[in-house]
């Protein structure tokens, strides 16, 4: 009988019921051995940041310049530009409702109980700092872009396998058994309750967000093509709740294309422009990903403005682009900017990542409703354009 596969998200929140139930009877020293794998698994997590910024930033901005085309440009640009915008936008919600609704506190301050230390630790040096990796990225994509040679690119091609792999077979099987550590540690210090009510809160937000931004995208495009803008979001319904199910714009690609083309986008330009987005758009991810940081930093006591976040927001968008392709690849591309450029700490990714996987489904359906609009705009601009590079269908990813 085969065993049917339960999803990652089931299994974060598996692992945060039983980090609270064991936090109410595990002995001391049983809980200590999960805080020593937690200190080794955050060692290794630092150092794979830097890699998987070189090992997809790099490829990703080197072959969108390779292929170089006016509608490749205008559709990264237009993606690009949703990405920041939608981050913006979480920012101002944020940062307007957060503080009424959440309580600042350090994470790290005991109300109760106490922190579960670990028996050792192993400290495993990053090869690099993240913003060397990212300028690293930069330069290398750019530079292949513009080159004629493959040799180099291949071998970057070929490094984002290795990377991929690393976080598909080790990151991804063990993140469940990390967050388990974070809610027994939190239970155990008496941290549990206000992080959890907190958590309530920020997911109803962010739903609330996501409907406004796809209402906002949508009265944009009907604004460019002359159309009922509820009407436009009503025939990208199907796509929304296929993404809900899969969470993985891969899987969601022949419904989203689907109900583009009886939008009336072209076949030409929807084939060209539905599969490409599933890789760079990523406003539904930029979203939540900018709610959740604010909402950590506000229950963390740590000072922020729209300096810091304007900042973070403009790389985000960059960086998300080159999420590997497993479930939650975007928080993992983006734990590198949260550290060196918000000041989070372990503890602070290990929220984050849990938070934000609890609403992948959500951030994926916006994504790839929001390709619909994007996809609408191109095809306006380029009414008569077949598109001028073919789509590598093997880039797309789960966000």
């Known amino acids: ?109 005991v109300e109760e109980g106490h922190d579960l230390s670990p028996f050792f630790t192993v400290e495993i040096p990053a090869l690099m700092t993240v913003m060397t990796a990212l300028v690293l990225a930069f330069t ?8 004629k040679g493959e040799t180099f690119k291949n071998l970057l091609t070929e ?31 008496g941290q549990v309750a206000t992080v959890l009510a907190a958590f309530a809160k920020i997911i109803l937000v962010i739903f609330g967000m996501h409907i406004f931004l796809l209402v906002f995208q949508y009265a944009i495009a009907a604004i460019v093509v002359k159309r009922n803008p509820f009407k436009l979001l009503y025939t990208m319904l199907p796509a929304y709740f296929t993404a ?17 083309i009886k939008m009336g986008v072209s076949e030409d330009v929807a084939g060209f422009v539905i599969p490409l987005c599933a890789t760079i758009h990523m406003s539904g991810s930029a979203m939540k990903m900018v709610a959740c940081a604010i909402a950590i930093m506000i229950m963390e006591g740590i000072p922020y403005d729209a300096s810091m976040f ?7 968008g960059i960086t998300i682009i080159a999420a ?21 700490t372990e503890a602070d990714q290990a929220l984050m990542i849990a938070l934000y996987i609890a609403m992948d489904s959500f951030g994926t359906a916006c994504n790839v409703t929001g390709d619909g609009f994007i ?21 797309i990813i789960n966000d």
């Open 1 to 109: 009988m085969k065993i049917p596969k339960i999803n990652l998200l089931f299994k974060i929140l598996i692992a945060i019921a039983l980090g609270i139930l064991a936090g109410q009877f595990f002995p001391v020293w049983l809980g200590r051995i999960f805080a020593t794998f937690n200190s080794i698994f955050s060692q290794f997590l630092g150092f794979l940041i830097p890699l998987i910024i070189v090992g997809f930033v790099a490829p990703a901005i080197a072959d969108i310049g390779h292929k170089a085309g006016k509608m490749l440009l205008a559709t990264a640009a237009l993606a690009y530009a949703a990405t920041t915008l939608s981050g913006f936008l979480s920012f101002s919600v944020g940062d307007t409702f957060f503080p009424e609704m959440i309580s600042p506190r350090t994470l790290g301050e």
């Open 140 to 147: 290398l994509g750019i530079c292949l872009a513009y080159m």
């Open 159 to 189: 490094f984002r396998e290795i990377v991929s792999r690393t976080i598909a077979k080790v990151i991804i099987p063990l993140l469940p058994l990390y967050i388990f550590g974070i809610f027994l540690n939190m239970t155990v210090s």
């Open 244 to 260: 809900l199910g899969t969470q993985s714009s891969a899987a969601t690609i022949p419904v989203t294309l689907r109900q583009a």
């Open 310 to 316: 304007s900042g973070f927001i403009l790389m985000l």
């Open 324 to 344: 590997p392709g497993v479930p939650g690849g975007a928080i993992m591309a983006s734990l590198g900017l949260l550290a060196s450029m918000l000041g989070f």
């Open 375 to 395: 996809a609408l705009i191109i095809d306006k601009c380029f009414p008569s354009h077949s598109p001028e590079a073919n789509h590598d269908s093997q880039t």
